[in-house]
């Protein structure tokens, strides 16, 4: 389709992966009683913080791997730090499913570990994949 190794090739491989997440994701979700309780708890935060780590890549092309890193990091915790924030607003964007899934709806330290996780697991990914 495109060349291998051009920013075209990279940015839609970086959609692919950014839909596969969103699949998997849903899954997780969907298909939680096929999986150990371990998976189903944790498997959300880790790819939702896999797929921003994937959205940064397809906007920062040509940016340093370490910079989508840091980047899908502070926005993945802000997000979750601005769940402590619950003004009428902001709770009523949560409250519907698409709020919810972006948004998150309840604070957990927990996330933090997961999100960090899942966002070095994509870091790796992708220094396999296209810088060896």
């Not at 709806?105 to 070095?120: A, Q, S, V």
Request: charged fraction near 15%.
């Amino acid at each position: 389709m495109y060349k291998k190794g051009t920013i075209l090739y990279k940015r839609t491989n970086y959609i692919f992966a950014i839909f596969i997440t969103i699949i998997l994701g849903l899954a997780s979700r969907e298909f939680s009683y096929i999986f150990p309780s371990i998976i189903t708890q944790n498997a959300g935060d880790i790819l939702w913080a896999m797929m921003s780590y994937y959205g940064f890549r397809f906007l920062l092309i040509r940016k340093n791997l370490h910079i989508s890193f840091w980047f899908s990091l502070i926005f993945c915790f802000i997000i979750e730090f601005s769940q402590l924030y619950q003004a009428d607003w902001i709770n009523f964007l949560r409250s519907n499913l698409i709020g919810a899934l972006i948004l998150g709806k309840g604070y957990l330290t927990i996330d933090l570990i997961r999100y960090t996780t899942g966002i070095i697991i994509a870091t790796v990914l992708d220094k396999l994949t296209y810088n060896r």
